[in-house]
């Protein structure tokens, strides 16, 4: 095992830092949103200045916006990190976010944080935020950047896979 | 690093045990179910008394209530763990549950288990378990507890967000 | 402890590979995905010869059939990993498969990896790989192994548990 132990601790301690982001986020505790980011943090979810911001208290007031919303839920998985050096890391993590309007309309996005994280005093904070969506329901239409995904060569012929070859589609449901 | 090195191990130990929750309620092994709650356990997923038991034998009784499904899907994330104590522990969680019933409905509802966890001579167990509800699609009707947040200051407004600036709304398929 | 410490950097290690599957996937990266399976990996979605494929180069080659979707997300979760001894291990993880087609309908499956993975030279690799099928939604239609769940007993009456004991379903909404 190697000697630092593959920074499990450093490990948890991130991914408790970006899970915090959600619950705070859903709960609309902007005071600690603010916490999980450097003073000096930049954060953008899209390509549009509005969905730009600067810096904790920046961030935590340009996230007011999610009160158009009356609900949300911040799903976050897939959480990779690697390290820098002791007090760097990047990561990147998937989000499943659904969203509720007042009127009961819902949007759902899901998507990637791609962060850059380093240790403060207080510990692991945040320090750029770029998040990209991998796709989204209809529902949703805020312009955030997308997830580049690599396209098949010329020619490619896709197969025909969807249905089952026996046609037992009556069976699917258990 | 702390001497307890964080204490990673019970941190792994009691993810794997709220998952294996999920994992358990998903195939409908009541035995398994029962197996991740103490003896003594109170469970609450709403304000009404049919949404509450006590006991590991009783929570697992309560929950062939989900037979009413012919399928479901407990998708566990957003854990967060504190500890009170060497063998006391409080947690929380998020779930993404999916339900389809006989005839090919669904409802998916987003909430988060706030759990009291200790450790009994064979590792840690759920001793309390209050479920709250962040949303759901409107196929979902079961009156759970809902997530407490925070609300807009008087006189807020929301920002026009949700529609691109330029308009291209047509480019935002890929 | 365990002198093995729970062998939580093997975990951490065999958490990032599985999740590295979902990223390669989604951004269509098949080279990464073949480097999370062994070279004679057995790899099986469902119970017909054209959803089963042998060794990394074959499942990174049969996985471009996922270019007949426009965009996918796989949002891992629910990971419960077994040693079987130094360099192996068996696990469990969930993963919500959100798929898009060029036409903009979507089918999303929520199901179960159940995966055998060893130890190489290089590090952990997945040996082999069975996908099972919670559910899905209406537009999924391939033919994926299912989860085996346990029915109820002869003579079992569904409670009625989905309206509210009062009927103010109209309070739902917050």
Redesign the interface.
């Known amino acids: 095992?190697?000697p630092d132990?593959?920074r499990?601790?450093d490990?948890?301690?991130i991914s408790?830092l970006l899970?915090?982001y959600?619950?705070a986020l859903?709960?609309?505790?902007?005071p600690a949103i603010a916490r999980v980011f450097t003073d000096d943090c930049e954060v953008e979810y899209g390509p549009?200045d509005?969905?730009r911001s600067k810096g904790s208290a920046g961030v935590a007031k340009s996230l007011?916006?999610m009160?158009?919303w009356?609900?949300?839920?911040?799903?976050?998985?897939?959480?990779?990190i690697a390290f820098d050096d002791h007090d760097r890391a990047r990561s990147?993590s998937?989000v499943?976010a659904?969203h509720?309007r007042p009127d009961?309309s819902?949007a759902t996005v899901?998507?990637q944080y791609h962060d850059r994280l380093v240790r403060i005093e207080k510990g692991w904070r945040i320090a750029t935020r770029r998040m990209e969506m991998?796709?989204s329901?209809?529902g949703f239409?805020?312009?955030l950047h997308?997830?580049?995904?690599?396209?098949?060569p010329a020619g490619?012929v896709?197969?025909n896979?969807?249905?089952?070859?026996d046609g037992n589609?009556a069976d699917?449901?258990?």
Chains 1, 2, 3 share one sequence.
């Open positions: 095992m190697a132990h593959h499990l601790a490990r948890q301690e408790e899970i915090e959600c619950r859903d709960v609309m505790d902007l549009e509005r969905l007011e916006r009160w158009r009356a609900r949300t839920s911040h799903h976050l998985s897939n959480i990779q990147i998937y499943l659904w509720e009961g819902t899901m998507g991998n796709g329901d209809a239409t805020v312009n997308r997830t580049k995904r690599q396209g098949p490619w896709a197969p896979i969807d249905a089952p070859v589609l699917k449901k258990p």
